[in-house]
T-cell receptor
Framework: KAGVTQTPRYLIKTRGQQVTLSCSPI?????VSWYQQTPGQGLQFLFE???????NKGNFPGRFSGRQFSNSRSEMNVSTLELGDSALYLC???????????FGSGTQLSVL | LAKTTQPISMDSYEGQEVNITCSHN???????ITWYQQFPSQGPRFIIQ???TKVTNEVASLFIPADRKSSTLSLPRVSLSDTAVYYC????????????FGKGTRLSVIA
């Protein structure tokens, strides 16, 4: 069974641009969560989707948004990028929400 | 969600048994204890989960005392490849709140 796939693996953007990251969950998993990881703040929860509905949202500005499609694939978007948005963005899927998480390898975003 | 406290870092020599303790004084009745392992530039990986007493799998053991206010992840005979960050999480098995990761314990295994 294929694991969680995140694309792209690396991304370099400049301040003010916007970016879209993609996540394909494990087949059959309907819940997708997104996390931001930085050396200073650790792993921080961004949002969680289940059956195309956002169930929970972390404490991030409105520039961070996401969505989930009918096939459970998810995307997250960050608009008006700031230097502080440089981070590893991790996606995780689970069968029902809140159960054991399976993480992808992440997208390393660098904002210059 | 129950707050967890674990050591920031630990060092160990290869071949030794490593025990990482996590404190969770305000654990709720329906909370489970789960441990994840993370290598650099990768997502965390599920290691083990338990509710009470002892759980063992091919990778680790998890010891949970009767009061459940703490838990200990035990890694037998560690190798260099066990160098990673280990996270302890406490949450309902299938709840409506997202899983919150703390800072974790950075384990360094030395040859």
């Amino acid at each position: 069974k294929a694991g969680v796939t995140q694309t792209p693996r690396y991304l370099i953007k400049t301040r003010g641009q916007q970016v879209t990251l993609s996540c394909s969950p494990i087949s059959g998993h309907r819940s997708v969560s997104w996390y931001q990881q930085t050396p200073g703040q650790g792993l921080q929860f961004l949002f969680e989707y289940f059956s195309e509905t956002q169930r929970n949202k972390g404490n991030f500005p409105g520039r961070f948004s996401g969505r989930q499609f009918s096939n459970s694939r998810s995307e997250m978007n960050v608009s008006t990028l700031e230097l502080g948005d440089s981070a590893l963005y991790l996606c995780a899927s689970s069968l029902p929400p809140g159960e054991k998480l399976f993480f992808g390898s992440g997208t390393q975003l660098s904002v210059l | 969600l129950a707050k967890t406290t674990q050591p920031i870092s630990m060092d160990s020599y290869e071949g030794q048994e490593v025990n990482i303790t996590c404190s969770h004084n305000n654990i709720a009745t329906n909370d489970y204890i789960t441990w994840y392992q993370q290598f650099p530039s990768q997502g965390p990986r599920f290691i083990i989960q338990g509710y009470k007493t002892k759980v063992t799998n091919e990778v680790a053991s998890l010891f949970i005392p009767a009061d459940r206010k703490s838990s200990t992840l035990s890694l037998p005979r560690v190798s260099l490849s066990d160098t990673a960050v280990y996270y302890c999480l406490v949450a309902p098995y299938s709840g409506n709140t997202p899983l919150v990761f703390g800072k974790g314990t950075r384990l360094s295994v030395i040859a």
